[in-house]
């Protein structure tokens, strides 16, 4: 799935669209996606221009937006939002800078008619960027 498929099931857009492409993915189970970090990111300019580093709360919100096409691509959720509910237990292993690739991976382990959770990882090649428990709401 490319960026304009992204764009066709949820409703994210430069710039804050924060996936580039879909890998893989089991619609309402798992997903795992791609982010290209670019020098040219908006959030660079300001976010430790001296040492450009991806914002923490950025790599979780495309950790979100991943888990997001993998709900929103179900039949039954197609047009609508997933809304961020929570994060649990978000630690940051890596510094993610320009250059870099982000793997996205997101397993729903519970997934209800309007909310859900899911264990969420981003990794830099083999190790592991960032990891969280995210929750949200579909409305």
Known sequence: MNREQIMEVIPHRDPFLLIDEVEEMEEG????????VSEKEYYFAG????????PGVLIIEA????GA????????????????GGIK????RQKVV???TLRLHV??????????????????????AC?????FAIG
Do not use: W
């Open 29 to 36: 189970k798992s997903i795992t996606a791609i982010k290209h």
């Open 47 to 54: 976010h430790f221009p001296q040492e450009k580093v991806m």
């Open 63 to 66: 950790l979100a937006q991943a």
């Open 69 to 84: 096409v993998a709900i929103l691509s179900m039949p039954e959720h197609r047009g609508k939002i997933a809304y961020f």
């Open 89 to 92: 237990e978000a630690r940051f």
């Open 98 to 100: 320009p250059g870099d």
């Open 107 to 128: 397993e729903l382990d519970r997934l209800r008619s309007s909310s859900g959770k899911g264990e969420a990882t981003a990794y830099l090649g083999d190790k592991v």
């Open 131 to 135: 990891k969280c428990e995210i929750t």
